[in-house]
Each structure stands twice: as C-alpha cells, then as structure tokens.
C-alpha cells in the first residue's frame, strides 16, 4: 500500500505539473525558478518512500506552495543585502588583475619551497600555529619544550620565509635590468 500511495505523489506530481508550475510562477514571478521548484519537490517525493499522503495532489500542491514561499523569502532576503546594480563599480575585486593574481601564486610557490627546506619540526610547528592556529603552549606541551623554543621555531620559519621572498625580488628586479639593457 505504500508504494501506491508513494506512486500516486509521483502520479500526482507528473500528470499536474502545468498545475503545479504555473502555482508556484504566481509566487515566485518567474516561470524558470517555478520549474525548479517544482523539480525539487519531485525530488523530494522520490527521496521520501515513508510519505503516504491521503490526497496525494493537494500534498502535491502544498509542497510546491511551501517551497515556492519559501524560495520568495530566500530571494527577497537576498535582495535586501544585495548592492543596487550601480553601486558595484564601486566594489573592488579582491584581485585586481592577473597580473597580480600571478605575483600572488608565484609569492605563495616561494614561501611553500622555503618552508620545505625548514627542518620538519619547524616546518609542522610553523604551519599548525599559521594555519590551523594552535596556540604556542600547546605546541610546545606537545612537543615537550619549552614555550620559548616553539617562539624562536615560529620566528626562524617566517624569517627564512620572508627572506625567500626578498631574494626572489632581488633576483627579479636584476633580471628585468639585464632585460632592459640588452633591448
């Protein structure tokens, strides 16, 4: 008897789908996103075989209802937070161009090869306080020593880093020089 009932939401669903669109195009004021609402319910008709309905096409009709109401909020919420069309040539990308996109990858490759050539101790420590953002007593209790000593690893690591950067500068800066004169 449950596949019946789960068949007869399907069959509802299916054969009133004009029915169903066109319910939720009142709410939603657009033909394409009622369609997708009323594909989400056929979805969620199939991924619900416990659902047995009494009138599967009211069940029908209410589940497109709420999920098209649902979808209004969702896009009046949107709305309200969303910059007016004129105002986003005022907001600024995070990266300006692809130029400096690829600075940026080529500054990340630098520091990934300076951190290779730490020692592995340094390297881990470094990394669990920058990225995952241990704290340093942790670190050290982990390790056994002394908080101190994982202070001094944190600052050799970014020291060796930030010197990578600064010769791979250098050695760009020479290397456009070289260009220029030989143009």
Not at 80 to 106: K, N, Q, S, W, Y
Not at 111 to 118: F, H, I, K, R, T
Not at 125 to 139: C, E, S, W, Y
Request: aromatic share 2%.
């Amino acid at each position: 008897m449950s596949t019946t009932n789960q068949d007869g939401l399907l069959n509802a669903l299916i054969c009133n789908r004009r029915r169903l669109v066109a319910i939720a195009t009142r709410i939603l004021a657009s033909e394409e996103l009622a369609e997708d609402v009323v594909q989400d319910v056929m979805l969620k008709a199939c991924d619900r075989s416990g659902l047995r309905p009494d009138c599967p096409q009211s069940f029908a009709c209410r589940m497109v209802r709420n999920l098209a109401i649902d979808r209004a909020r969702l896009q009046r919420r949107e709305l309200r937070h969303a910059l007016p069309p004129e105002d986003l040539e005022a907001v600024e990308a995070p990266i300006a161009d692809p130029e400096c996109a690829l600075e940026g990858l080529e500054a990340l490759r630098i520091v990934l090869a300076a951190l290779d050539q730490l020692p592995e101790r340094t390297r881990s420590v470094f990394m669990a306080h920058r990225l995952d953002g241990i704290p340093q007593k942790t670190l050290a209790a982990r390790l056994g020593v002394s908080p101190t000593l994982v202070n001094f690893m944190i600052r050799d690591a970014q020291r060796h880093c930030f010197a990578s950067l600064e010769a791979h500068e250098r050695v760009s800066e020479f290397g456009m020089e070289r260009a220029c004169k030989a143009a």
